[in-house]
Protein backbone atom coordinates (compact mmCIF):
# COMPACT_ATOMS: atom_id res chain seq x y z
CA UNK A 1 0.00 0.00 0.00
CA UNK A 2 1.52 3.27 -0.92
CA UNK A 3 -1.83 5.73 -0.80
CA UNK A 4 -3.77 6.16 1.96
CA UNK A 5 -6.51 9.02 3.10
CA UNK A 6 -8.08 9.94 6.38
CA UNK A 7 -10.90 11.80 7.23
CA UNK A 8 -12.97 13.07 10.23
CA UNK A 9 -16.86 13.28 10.11
CA UNK A 10 -20.10 13.34 12.14
CA UNK A 11 -19.72 15.19 15.61
CA UNK A 12 -16.66 16.77 16.09
CA UNK A 13 -14.36 15.59 19.21
CA UNK A 14 -11.38 17.07 20.99
CA UNK A 15 -8.57 14.29 20.18
CA UNK A 16 -9.35 14.38 16.11
CA UNK A 17 -6.70 16.24 15.70
CA UNK A 18 -4.31 14.42 17.80
CA UNK A 19 -5.59 11.11 15.75
CA UNK A 20 -5.18 13.06 12.41
CA UNK A 21 -1.44 14.17 13.39
CA UNK A 22 -0.44 10.09 14.30
CA UNK A 23 -2.09 8.81 10.80
CA UNK A 24 -0.15 11.30 9.01
CA UNK A 25 3.40 10.64 10.49
CA UNK A 26 2.67 6.97 10.81
CA UNK A 27 1.97 6.70 7.75
CA UNK A 28 4.94 8.79 6.61
CA UNK A 29 7.60 7.17 8.43
CA UNK A 30 6.25 4.12 6.52
CA UNK A 31 6.98 5.87 3.09
CA UNK A 32 3.27 5.87 2.53
CA UNK A 33 1.41 8.99 1.27
CA UNK A 34 -1.30 10.46 2.81
CA UNK A 35 -4.67 12.46 1.16
CA UNK A 36 -5.92 14.49 4.01
CA UNK A 37 -10.06 14.46 3.07
CA UNK A 38 -11.45 18.24 3.87
CA UNK A 39 -15.72 17.60 5.54
CA UNK A 40 -15.88 14.18 5.64
CA UNK A 41 -18.30 12.26 3.30
CA UNK A 42 -18.71 15.45 1.26
CA UNK A 43 -15.43 16.32 0.77
CA UNK A 44 -14.50 12.76 -0.34
CA UNK A 45 -17.53 13.12 -3.12
CA UNK A 46 -16.32 16.22 -3.95
CA UNK A 47 -12.70 15.28 -4.34
CA UNK A 48 -12.03 17.83 -1.67
CA UNK A 49 -8.11 16.59 -0.78
CA UNK A 50 -4.74 16.71 -0.62
CA UNK A 51 -1.59 14.89 0.54
CA UNK A 52 -0.83 16.09 3.77
CA UNK A 53 2.79 16.62 5.01
CA UNK A 54 4.38 16.04 8.24
CA UNK A 55 4.83 20.25 8.94
CA UNK A 56 1.01 20.14 8.19
CA UNK A 57 0.56 18.67 11.36
CA UNK A 58 2.88 20.16 13.47
CA UNK A 59 1.50 22.15 16.19
CA UNK A 60 -2.20 20.68 15.92
CA UNK A 61 -1.85 17.87 18.89
CA UNK A 62 -2.88 20.08 22.07
CA UNK A 63 -5.82 21.75 19.27
CA UNK A 64 -9.65 21.43 19.52
CA UNK A 65 -12.05 20.99 16.45
CA UNK A 66 -10.17 18.96 13.48
CA UNK A 67 -8.09 21.05 10.89
CA UNK A 68 -10.01 18.49 7.97
CA UNK A 69 -12.89 19.65 9.40
CA UNK A 70 -16.48 17.79 9.28
CA UNK A 71 -19.44 17.41 7.69
CA UNK A 72 -22.88 15.37 7.60
CA UNK A 73 -23.62 14.37 4.30
CA UNK A 74 -26.91 12.46 3.10
CA UNK A 75 -25.81 11.79 -0.75
CA UNK A 76 -23.30 9.89 0.68
CA UNK A 77 -26.07 7.47 1.99
CA UNK A 78 -27.11 6.35 -1.36
CA UNK A 79 -25.98 3.75 -3.20
CA UNK A 80 -25.37 6.26 -6.00
CA UNK A 81 -23.50 8.77 -3.63
CA UNK A 82 -21.26 5.65 -2.60
CA UNK A 83 -20.37 4.62 -6.68
CA UNK A 84 -19.15 8.35 -7.03
CA UNK A 85 -17.07 8.37 -3.97
CA UNK A 86 -15.57 5.26 -5.35
CA UNK A 87 -14.81 6.61 -8.32
CA UNK A 88 -12.84 9.47 -6.60
CA UNK A 89 -10.82 7.24 -4.66
CA UNK A 90 -9.84 5.17 -7.75
CA UNK A 91 -9.13 8.66 -9.88
CA UNK A 92 -6.63 9.55 -6.45
CA UNK A 93 -5.41 5.90 -6.70
CA UNK A 94 -5.96 5.72 -3.01
CA UNK A 95 -5.80 2.54 -1.74
CA UNK A 96 -6.98 2.33 1.69
CA UNK A 97 -9.42 4.43 4.35
CA UNK A 98 -9.17 5.67 7.62
CA UNK A 99 -12.38 7.49 8.95
CA UNK A 100 -12.66 9.12 12.14
CA UNK A 101 -15.89 9.39 13.45
CA UNK A 102 -18.98 8.53 15.61
CA UNK A 103 -21.24 5.98 15.06
CA UNK A 104 -23.04 7.11 11.36
CA UNK A 105 -19.32 7.97 10.64
CA UNK A 106 -18.45 4.03 10.84
CA UNK A 107 -21.54 2.91 8.78
CA UNK A 108 -20.41 4.93 5.99
CA UNK A 109 -16.47 3.08 6.35
CA UNK A 110 -18.34 -0.14 6.60
CA UNK A 111 -20.34 0.91 3.32
CA UNK A 112 -17.12 1.72 1.60
CA UNK A 113 -15.81 -1.90 2.98
CA UNK A 114 -18.44 -3.41 1.22
CA UNK A 115 -17.48 -1.68 -1.88
CA UNK A 116 -13.80 -3.22 -1.83
CA UNK A 117 -12.53 -0.57 -0.04
CA UNK A 118 -9.71 -1.29 2.69
CA UNK A 119 -10.82 0.65 5.58
CA UNK A 120 -10.42 1.21 8.91
CA UNK A 121 -12.41 3.14 11.13
CA UNK A 122 -11.38 5.12 14.40
CA UNK A 123 -13.90 5.65 17.34
CA UNK A 124 -14.39 9.60 18.07
CA UNK A 125 -17.75 11.39 19.97
CA UNK A 126 -18.10 12.91 23.11
CA UNK A 127 -21.26 11.12 23.75
CA UNK A 128 -19.67 7.61 24.12
CA UNK A 129 -21.62 5.52 22.67
CA UNK A 130 -19.83 2.93 20.47
CA UNK A 131 -19.86 -0.36 20.86
CA UNK A 132 -16.13 -2.40 20.97
CA UNK A 133 -13.99 0.46 22.52
CA UNK A 134 -14.24 1.45 26.38
CA UNK A 135 -13.75 5.13 25.85
CA UNK A 136 -13.99 6.95 22.40
CA UNK A 137 -11.70 9.98 21.62
CA UNK A 138 -13.00 12.92 23.50
CA UNK A 139 -15.23 11.86 25.91
CA UNK A 140 -12.57 12.34 28.76
CA UNK A 141 -12.15 15.97 27.60
CA UNK A 142 -16.03 16.69 27.16
CA UNK A 143 -16.31 14.98 30.81
CA UNK A 144 -13.90 17.12 32.24
CA UNK A 145 -15.50 20.04 30.78
CA UNK A 146 -18.88 19.39 32.27
CA UNK A 147 -17.41 18.66 35.71
CA UNK A 148 -15.64 22.06 35.58
CA UNK A 149 -18.84 23.51 34.88
CA UNK A 150 -20.79 21.22 37.55
CA UNK A 151 -18.09 22.10 40.09
CA UNK A 152 -18.38 25.90 39.47
CA UNK A 153 -22.31 25.65 38.82
CA UNK A 154 -22.80 23.93 42.70
CA UNK A 155 -20.77 26.88 44.22
CA UNK A 156 -23.44 29.04 43.30
CA UNK A 157 -26.24 26.98 43.72
CA UNK A 158 -24.87 26.08 47.78
CA UNK A 159 -24.84 30.46 48.13
CA UNK A 160 -28.36 30.88 47.27
CA UNK A 161 -29.91 27.76 48.14
CA UNK A 162 -30.76 26.81 44.92
CA UNK A 163 -31.44 23.54 42.80
CA UNK A 164 -29.97 23.50 39.18
CA UNK A 165 -31.06 21.36 36.29
CA UNK A 166 -28.16 21.01 34.04
CA UNK A 167 -28.62 19.41 30.68
CA UNK A 168 -25.53 17.48 28.90
CA UNK A 169 -24.56 16.03 25.63
CA UNK A 170 -26.09 12.42 24.32
CA UNK A 171 -28.38 12.30 21.74
CA UNK A 172 -28.94 8.44 22.51
CA UNK A 173 -26.65 7.64 25.59
CA UNK A 174 -26.28 8.97 28.74
CA UNK A 175 -22.90 8.29 29.74
CA UNK A 176 -21.58 12.25 29.79
CA UNK A 177 -24.98 12.84 32.08
CA UNK A 178 -24.26 9.44 34.63
CA UNK A 179 -20.37 10.14 35.03
CA UNK A 180 -20.64 13.50 34.66
CA UNK A 181 -23.61 13.00 37.87
CA UNK A 182 -21.44 10.60 39.89
CA UNK A 183 -18.27 12.19 39.48
CA UNK A 184 -19.99 16.53 39.78
CA UNK A 185 -21.67 14.66 43.12
CA UNK A 186 -25.21 15.61 41.42
CA UNK A 187 -28.67 14.39 43.52
CA UNK A 188 -30.85 13.42 40.61
CA UNK A 189 -29.47 11.97 37.09
CA UNK A 190 -31.61 11.28 34.25
CA UNK A 191 -30.30 9.49 31.41
CA UNK A 192 -32.23 7.90 27.91
CA UNK A 193 -31.24 4.43 29.16
CA UNK A 194 -32.67 4.62 32.36
CA UNK A 195 -34.87 7.43 32.62
CA UNK A 196 -36.94 8.36 35.63
CA UNK A 197 -40.41 10.74 35.73
CA UNK A 198 -40.96 14.46 36.17
CA UNK A 199 -42.51 13.09 39.64
CA UNK A 200 -39.58 11.32 40.28
CA UNK A 201 -37.32 13.96 39.98
CA UNK A 202 -39.32 16.12 41.84
CA UNK A 203 -39.27 13.68 44.57
CA UNK A 204 -35.88 13.26 44.98
CA UNK A 205 -35.22 17.45 45.18
CA UNK A 206 -37.81 17.13 47.65
CA UNK A 207 -35.92 14.46 49.54
CA UNK A 208 -32.82 16.46 49.15
CA UNK A 209 -34.35 19.41 50.38
CA UNK A 210 -35.70 17.37 53.43
CA UNK A 211 -32.24 16.00 53.99
CA UNK A 212 -30.76 19.45 55.05
CA UNK A 213 -29.14 19.81 51.78
CA UNK A 214 -27.94 23.16 50.61
CA UNK A 215 -28.55 23.00 46.82
CA UNK A 216 -29.80 20.10 44.68
CA UNK A 217 -28.09 19.20 41.41
CA UNK A 218 -29.59 17.37 38.68
CA UNK A 219 -27.48 16.36 35.35
CA UNK A 220 -30.04 15.19 32.51
CA UNK A 221 -28.50 13.78 29.09
CA UNK A 222 -30.20 15.84 26.42
CA UNK A 223 -31.98 12.59 24.77
CA UNK A 224 -34.46 12.22 27.44
CA UNK A 225 -37.68 11.77 26.30
CA UNK A 226 -39.05 14.94 27.66
CA UNK A 227 -37.66 18.83 27.42
CA UNK A 228 -35.29 20.33 30.23
CA UNK A 229 -37.39 23.27 30.00
CA UNK A 230 -40.48 21.12 30.71
CA UNK A 231 -38.98 19.66 33.65
CA UNK A 232 -37.88 23.46 35.43
CA UNK A 233 -41.65 24.08 35.09
CA UNK A 234 -42.81 21.22 35.99
CA UNK A 235 -40.33 21.57 39.30
CA UNK A 236 -41.30 25.09 40.25
CA UNK A 237 -44.81 24.34 39.84
CA UNK A 238 -44.44 21.33 42.54
CA UNK A 239 -42.25 23.68 45.03
CA UNK A 240 -39.10 21.28 46.03
CA UNK A 241 -37.85 24.07 48.35
CA UNK A 242 -35.16 24.76 46.42
CA UNK A 243 -35.55 27.97 43.53
CA UNK A 244 -34.75 26.78 40.13
CA UNK A 245 -32.28 27.56 37.52
CA UNK A 246 -31.78 25.79 34.24
CA UNK A 247 -28.31 25.69 32.49
CA UNK A 248 -27.98 23.94 29.09
CA UNK A 249 -24.18 23.51 28.62
CA UNK A 250 -24.47 22.66 24.76
CA UNK A 251 -21.50 22.86 22.35
CA UNK A 252 -19.16 23.95 25.08
CA UNK A 253 -19.43 20.30 25.62
CA UNK A 254 -17.41 19.40 22.05
CA UNK A 255 -14.89 22.20 22.07
CA UNK A 256 -11.31 22.80 24.13
CA UNK A 257 -7.99 21.04 24.07
CA UNK A 258 -7.67 17.48 24.03
CA UNK A 259 -6.68 16.16 27.64
CA UNK A 260 -3.63 14.21 28.45
CA UNK A 261 -5.98 10.89 27.84
CA UNK A 262 -7.52 11.90 24.69
CA UNK A 263 -4.19 12.69 23.07
CA UNK A 264 -3.06 9.64 24.62
CA UNK A 265 -5.85 7.80 23.36
CA UNK A 266 -6.21 9.44 20.03
CA UNK A 267 -2.30 9.04 19.08
CA UNK A 268 -2.43 5.58 19.86
CA UNK A 269 -5.52 5.07 17.86
CA UNK A 270 -4.48 6.58 15.22
CA UNK A 271 -1.34 4.56 15.14
CA UNK A 272 -2.57 1.79 15.74
CA UNK A 273 -5.15 2.31 12.44
CA UNK A 274 -2.52 2.82 9.69
CA UNK A 275 -0.43 -0.26 11.26
CA UNK A 276 -3.65 -2.44 10.54
CA UNK A 277 -4.33 -0.67 7.45
CA UNK A 278 -1.25 -1.72 6.34
CA UNK A 279 -0.58 -5.24 7.51
CA UNK A 280 -4.07 -5.81 5.45
CA UNK A 281 -6.77 -5.59 7.97
CA UNK A 282 -10.16 -3.90 6.71
CA UNK A 283 -13.50 -3.59 7.76
CA UNK A 284 -12.28 -2.92 11.38
CA UNK A 285 -12.42 -0.34 13.79
CA UNK A 286 -9.66 -0.17 16.63
CA UNK A 287 -11.15 0.32 20.15
CA UNK A 288 -9.66 0.33 23.60
CA UNK A 289 -10.23 -2.42 26.05
CA UNK A 290 -8.32 -2.48 29.28
CA UNK A 291 -4.96 -1.70 28.42
CA UNK A 292 -5.09 -3.02 25.17
CA UNK A 293 -6.01 -1.31 21.56
CA UNK A 294 -7.82 -3.98 19.87
CA UNK A 295 -9.51 -4.18 16.25
CA UNK A 296 -13.61 -5.15 16.42
CA UNK A 297 -15.33 -5.44 12.79
CA UNK A 298 -17.26 -2.83 11.96
CA UNK A 299 -20.14 -5.17 11.66
CA UNK A 300 -20.10 -5.97 15.12
CA UNK A 301 -19.67 -2.17 16.28
CA UNK A 302 -22.53 -1.02 14.28
CA UNK A 303 -24.92 -3.84 15.30
CA UNK A 304 -24.73 -3.74 19.22
CA UNK A 305 -24.65 -1.05 21.75
CA UNK A 306 -22.64 0.20 24.51
CA UNK A 307 -24.32 -0.47 27.37
CA UNK A 308 -23.39 1.08 30.84
CA UNK A 309 -23.13 -0.82 33.74
CA UNK A 310 -25.93 -1.07 36.09
CA UNK A 311 -23.40 -1.11 38.61
CA UNK A 312 -23.06 2.40 38.28
CA UNK A 313 -26.92 3.92 38.18
CA UNK A 314 -26.51 2.12 42.20
CA UNK A 315 -23.44 3.97 42.87
CA UNK A 316 -24.60 7.29 42.12
CA UNK A 317 -27.84 6.77 43.96
CA UNK A 318 -25.98 5.25 46.95
CA UNK A 319 -23.37 8.33 47.65
CA UNK A 320 -25.75 10.95 46.34
CA UNK A 321 -27.87 10.50 49.62
P1 LIG B 1 -21.56 10.56 13.90
O1 LIG B 1 -20.52 9.91 13.07
O2 LIG B 1 -21.00 11.58 14.85
O3 LIG B 1 -22.48 9.56 14.57
P2 LIG B 1 -23.67 11.10 11.94
O4 LIG B 1 -24.59 10.05 12.48
O5 LIG B 1 -24.28 12.40 11.58
O6 LIG B 1 -22.47 11.45 12.93
O7 LIG B 1 -22.95 10.49 10.65
C1 LIG B 1 -21.96 11.22 9.95
C2 LIG B 1 -22.06 10.94 8.49
O8 LIG B 1 -21.76 9.57 8.22
C3 LIG B 1 -23.41 11.16 7.84
O9 LIG B 1 -23.69 12.51 7.55
C4 LIG B 1 -23.28 10.36 6.57
O10 LIG B 1 -22.54 11.06 5.58
C5 LIG B 1 -22.46 9.16 7.04
N1 LIG B 1 -23.37 8.04 7.37
C6 LIG B 1 -24.16 7.91 8.46
N2 LIG B 1 -24.90 6.79 8.41
C7 LIG B 1 -24.59 6.19 7.24
C8 LIG B 1 -25.01 4.99 6.58
N3 LIG B 1 -25.93 4.18 7.11
N4 LIG B 1 -24.45 4.68 5.37
C9 LIG B 1 -23.52 5.49 4.82
N5 LIG B 1 -23.09 6.63 5.39
C10 LIG B 1 -23.59 6.98 6.58
O1 LIG C 1 -22.79 12.91 18.55
C1 LIG C 1 -22.32 13.87 19.44
C2 LIG C 1 -23.32 14.95 19.69
O2 LIG C 1 -22.63 15.83 20.50
C3 LIG C 1 -24.67 14.58 20.32
O3 LIG C 1 -24.64 14.36 21.70
C4 LIG C 1 -25.53 15.73 19.94
O4 LIG C 1 -26.88 15.42 19.90
C5 LIG C 1 -25.06 16.02 18.56
O5 LIG C 1 -23.70 15.62 18.51
C6 LIG C 1 -25.25 17.43 18.13
O6 LIG C 1 -24.49 17.66 16.99
P1 LIG C 1 -24.68 18.87 15.97
O7 LIG C 1 -25.08 20.06 16.76
O8 LIG C 1 -23.34 18.98 15.35
O9 LIG C 1 -25.72 18.44 15.01
Known amino acids: MKRIAVMTSGGDAPGMNAAIRAVVRTALERKVEVYGIRQAYAGLLNGDMSLMTSREVSGILQRGGTILQTARNEEFKTAQGQMKALRRINEKGIEGVIVIGGDGSLRGALALKKLGVPVIGVPASIDNDIWGTNMSIGVDTALNTILDALDRLRDTATSHNRAFVIEVMGRNSGYLALMGGILGG ?62 ILGHIQ ?18 SAVERLLAGETGMMVGLDGREIVTHPLEDVIAKTREISENYYEMAWELSR
Do not use: C
Not at 190 to 211: F, G, H, L, N
Not at 254 to 271: C, E, H, Q, V, W
Open 186 to 247: AEVIITPEKEISMEEVAKQMEDAYVRGKSHAIAVIAEGASYRTTELVSFLNERHTGFEIRLT
Open 254 to 271: RGGSPTAFDRLLATRMGR
